[in-house]
């Protein structure tokens, strides 16, 4: 294993006689191409008045450190990856607008991944058998990238992270999300689970809709905390599997939107706090075929909402879903719903609401 230092400012990563030297500000040389098994460093001398490096090939290294004393506000650009056999810290002071994928190899524990909250609009990729890597500060691959764990153990506990995340093989991985706050995941791809163990406990999942068709929630019929449904766009937030849930809840920009959940799935909730508002109902419906889904609430108690259009939804347990009085029932619409109560829920009153717009239920 060997040190590498980028010289020589803006230049692209491949061409070693400009820009890599074996010393912090020494002289390039043909053959310091870094190598799987090298670090690489990024430092105050490693830029003057040029300020961007490019991947201009597949590159390789061992840990990747930016130094927050690099000069100017360097660029990452590429659109080709990087493959990193260990750890990686950015600057403070950088911009990561380059599209290549990032792929962690490491086999071995104790990696670390320090972005100082840089948006990075770069997927991560972690792939090394027996590998780990623990994520220690926010970390923003922005909207529509995506986090894929294929082998190895990844750790975000208590992290905010943007960005999607998917783990889909039957490699054995472990993905460890405590006190996680995911924020605007446009992907969540947990289709086939096999040998992944996971903990999302206390953790909040921002699912959003940002597309004109669908964007869906792909379970993976594992158990989450809590799921936030939000949408800036006119599509539909769908879930699949049969999830289990403590709350899933409709955001602000819910109104006049639809919650889909795949035919034939069961989602089980703890609480549930879906409500349109008047003139703009969400509609809770199945998708792929007009056959029914489930809602199963768990832990006592009742589930209230209002302002929803309801059809082919299936809730139990009895006296359990009520749809409050401003609710739209369309459970006899194709295949038939049951179990929804339109009304409040016992205990509950009608008011006018302050301005008069319509009935809205209260409960004591």
């Known amino acids: 294993m060997a040190n590498r230092y980028w010289v020589g400012g803006t230049g692209n990563w491949s061409d070693d006689t400009n820009h890599w030297s074996t010393t912090s500000g ?16 990024f430092d105050a001398n490693s830029f003057n008045n040029s300020y961007s490096m490019t991947v201009d090939a597949l590159a390789y290294c061992k840990n990747m450190t930016w130094s927050n004393l690099v000069l100017g506000t360097p660029a990452w650009w590429g659109t080709f990856g990087v493959e990193i056999y260990g750890s990686l810290t950015l600057a403070s ?42 994520i220690t500060d926010t970390f923003n691959i922005g909207v529509g990238r995506n986090i894929t764990v294929t082998n190895g153990s990844l750790i ?15 490699n054995v991985r472990n993905i460890s999300a405590i006190g996680t706050t995911f924020v605007s995941c446009v992907i969540w791809d947990f289709t086939n689970p096999a040998n992944l163990t996971y903990d999302f406990t206390n953790s909040t999942i921002t699912f959003l809709c940002n597309v004109t068709s669908y964007r869906t929630f792909l379970g993976g019929g594992l158990t989450y905390n809590n799921l936030v449904l939000t949408n800036t766009s006119t599509g539909s937030n769908r879930i699949s599997g049969s999830n ?13 939107k639809t919650i889909s959940f795949a035919t034939g799935t069961t989602q089980t909730v703890t609480s549930f706090t879906v409500s349109g508002t008047a003139g703009n109902e969400i509609t809770i419906t199945s998708y792929t075929t007009t056959a029914t889904h489930a809602l199963i609430k768990a832990g006592g108690g009742v589930i209230s909402c209002d302002y929803l259009n309801i059809q082919h939804s299936v809730a139990t347990p009895a006296n359990t879903w009520y749809a409050g009085v401003n609710s739209t029932n369309n459970q006899a619409v194709a295949t038939a719903g049951s179990g929804w109560i339109f009304t409040v829920p016992p205990g509950g009153t009608v008011i006018k609401d302050i301005i008069g717009r319509g009935i809205v239920p209260f409960k004591r």
């Open 156 to 170: 975000m506990d208590g992290r905010s992270v943007t960005g999607g995340l998917s783990s889909n093989n039957a």
């Open 26 to 41: 020494g002289a390039a040389a043909l053959g310091n191409l870094p190598t799987a098994a090298d670090d690489v460093f």
């Open 244 to 256: 289990t849930f403590n709350d899933i809840t409709a955001s602000t920009g819910m109104p006049g």
């Open 93 to 134: 002071i950088m911009t990561v607008p380059g599209t290549g994928t990032l792929t962690f190899k490491s086999t071995t524990t104790g990696n670390t991944i320090t972005t100082l909250g840089r948006t990075q609009n770069k997927p991560y990729t972690f792939d090394g058998v027996g590998g780990e890597w623990t």
